[in-house]
């Protein structure tokens, strides 16, 4: 399987720097080696589409479950998908966290992603005091089967591991830690195990070939190393399946 090599902008890079990160952006690997997905702000769709030199995947970071409503300042899904993503992160650590978005809230997303013909991307991951209390596996879990009643109908999905303690923080897991909890995802999700899963956490250019290289992680997810054309090209690199 190719890997996958995503790119999660957060809010970073609007229109102006989107175009000029596609510009300076030239991956030393063919599209046949590795997929690669960005997700952009919603505003900076067209600008990645319009200036990719490469086929890349474009997905938006959040939706709304609702197809439209009095919801000021929400985006939904089939917005998302007209206005040309086809892939959706749902569920991010910064969208539980930050925003308060619970297990059911997720689901739905799920839900609203599949229903608009988006591929859902969708995170887990356990906080620190949840691993150092032994919670990994009933965190893991509780949060796989929150999402996948809302995968019903669903042609292709994702699920992107990223334990909160390694997002943004430089401390990344090992690929042992990534093993394991890949590795209960898959028991988790069942049939639906053989969906990609990808690991994400402060990939960087220097660790990104060895966390590919465990076996049941499928590509990773990374931020802040995403923001720069030329050290998300190395990352980018990284997945080319060897020969
Ligand atoms: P960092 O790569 O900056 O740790 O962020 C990871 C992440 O949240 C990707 O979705």
């Known amino acids: 399987m190719r890997k996958v090599v995503a790119g999660n902008w957060k809010m970073h890079h609007g229109p102006r720097a989107a175009a000029d990160f596609l510009a300076r952006f030239r991956p030393e690997t063919d599209p046949e080696s590795v ?15 319009a200036n990719a030199r490469v086929p890349v995947g474009l997905g938006v970071q959040n939706i709304h479950w609702e197809p439209s ?12 998908a007209e206005a040309g993503a086809s ?5 991010h650590s910064e969208r539980r966290h930050v925003f308060g978005e619970t297990d059911a809230e997720v689901g739905r997303k799920v839900g609203a992603a599949v229903r608009a013909g988006l591929v859902p991307v969708v995170c887990v991951g356990e906080q620190l005091e949840e691993r150092r209390a032994g919670r990994l596996d009933a965190v ?41 909890a890949h590795g209960i995802l898959r028991e988790a999700l069942g049939e639906l195990g053989r969906a990609p899963i ?27 190393a995403s923001l720069d054309p030329e050290v998300f090209a190395r990352i980018a690199a990284a997945g080319r399946s060897p020969g």
């Not at 690669?36 to 505003?43: H, Q, R, S």
């Not at 409503?69 to 998302?80: N, V």
């Not at 892939?87 to 569920?91: F, H, M, N, Q």
């Open 35 to 49: 997929r690669l997905i960005f997700f952009v702000a919603g505003l900076s769709l067209q600008a990645v589409k």
């Open 69 to 80: 409503g009095a919801l000021t300042g929400e985006i939904s899904a089939e917005m998302a």
């Open 87 to 91: 892939y959706a992160l749902v569920g």
């Open 140 to 180: 893991l879990r509780r949060q796989v089967s929150a999402f996948i009643p809302g995968l019903r109908g669903c042609g292709e999905f994702m699920v992107a591991y990223e334990p909160v303690w390694a997002i943004g923080t430089g401390e990344t897991a090992t690929p042992q830690d990534a093993s394991e």
């Open 198 to 224: 990808l690991y994400g956490g402060s990939v960087q250019p220097g660790n990104a070939a060895a966390l590919m290289s465990v076996p049941g992680v499928d590509g990773v997810l990374v931020g802040g």
